[in-house]
């Protein structure tokens, strides 16, 4: 494939209105039942002498926020490996299950961070929470490492919108930043996650590891099984 068939492809994945609305409803109704999952554990923080809603809200919606940048990491490589099955909605529907699941994970890790304010015990400030490696309150370094993935997920979730007005080349080199944001939040996750440890987050971490590596494997056999062969 040539650089121009290329451009043409990528031009015809602009979302388009009727497909955004099917996309946001799917990316929602995932949304409501990843979160209602975790309402069991905050319901159990409202009650005794020391609740501890604040911090329970933030694990909350950081496993949610994860578990929508692993649907969109694996929409992605789903679109770029040509995966067979994925003609019924089209390659546009499919990119807008990609965005918008991007865009749902960078607004839960967003309450992931900001509603950390409210937490008595670690009192982080608003400087502590956006400034990487600015926190002295818990893991320093541990949270920087979030806090750098959070800035790229940023940065990879507003190139969506930047698209039309940036080269191709530089489009798709910030977008390959998806796969190092996703090992910063990992890394983050198991390193300071105060229930890394326990069963759920350990088999979450797993699968969601696993089904990234497995699946970008496949992406690159499919590259190179794409290639014509040198005659």
Known sequence: MN???????????????????????IMTLITLILFATSLPIISKTLVGTQPKAYWYLSRASSFVGFGLITLSMFFGLSIS??????????????????????????????????????????NFTLAQLFVPFASLNYEPFWVGVGQIGFYVLLLVTLSFYARPRIRH???????????????????????????S??????????????GVV???IYRVLASLSAKPKAV
């Open 169 to 195: 080349g530089t489009w798709r080199i910030i977008h390959y930043a998806s796969f190092g944001l996703y090992w910063l939040i990992v890394l983050h996750a198991l390193m300071s996650g105060s229930d």
């Open 197 to 210: 440890k326990t069963l759920i987050a350990s088999a979450v971490l797993a699968l969601s590891s696993f």
């Open 214 to 216: 497995g699946f970008t």
């Open 3 to 25: 650089i121009t068939s290329e451009k043409i492809i990528v031009a015809d994945l602009k979302p388009a209105i009727s497909l955004r609305w099917v996309a946001i409803s």
């Open 81 to 122: 490996s040509k995966v067979k099955g994925i003609e019924g909605i089209g390659r546009m529907g499919w990119f807008e299950l990609h965005q918008h699941s991007s865009l749902l994970g960078l607004a839960f890790i967003v309450m992931h961070v900001l509603i950390l304010l409210g937490d008595q015990y670690l």
